[in-house]
């Protein structure tokens, strides 16, 4: 019965994008804690995962098994650029904005589903 919402299209992208907001939050926090460490790469979450994404989204094909090999994954950023000689890629004001801009989307996606699961609980039990 509760199955059909979980598996519906805007369910499961709303999923993968969560997943890959909670990476995100996980590579930029790494990213600040290695600001000063000589040679650190900065990491963020590989692009093909949004190119994969859109793809299947356009295709209808985010459910079942294929939906299920699609993950985000930490990759180094290949755009950043060493602005100091240890060469580390890391500027801490940039990563402070990619982490409110990331927990914006986190905060509007996890909006976006418990409103859903509102709905639910609403008209299983007649009240919120």
């Known amino acids: 019965m509760i199955d059909p919402i979980f598996k519906s299209g805007n369910y499961q992208l709303a999923q993968k994008l969560l997943d890959a907001t909670a990476l995100r939050h996980e590579a930029i926090a790494m990213n600040i804690a290695n600001a000063e460490t ?18 299947r989204v356009a295709a209808g094909d985010l459910g079942g098994a294929a939906g299920a ?33 990331n927990a914006v989307e986190f905060e ?21």
């Open 108 to 128: 509007y996606l996890t909006e976006m589903v418990s409103g859903n699961l509102k709905q639910l609980k609403l008209a299983i039990t007649g009240r919120g």
């Open 38 to 55: 000589p040679g650190f790469r900065r990491l963020d979450v590989s692009p093909d995962f949004e190119k994969q994404l859109r793809s």
């Open 69 to 101: 090999t699609l993950q985000p994954k930490l990759i180094e950023d290949p755009n950043a650029r060493s602005l100091t000689p240890n060469g580390n890629t890391v500027e801490i004001e940039r990563e402070l904005l990619a982490m409110n801009r």
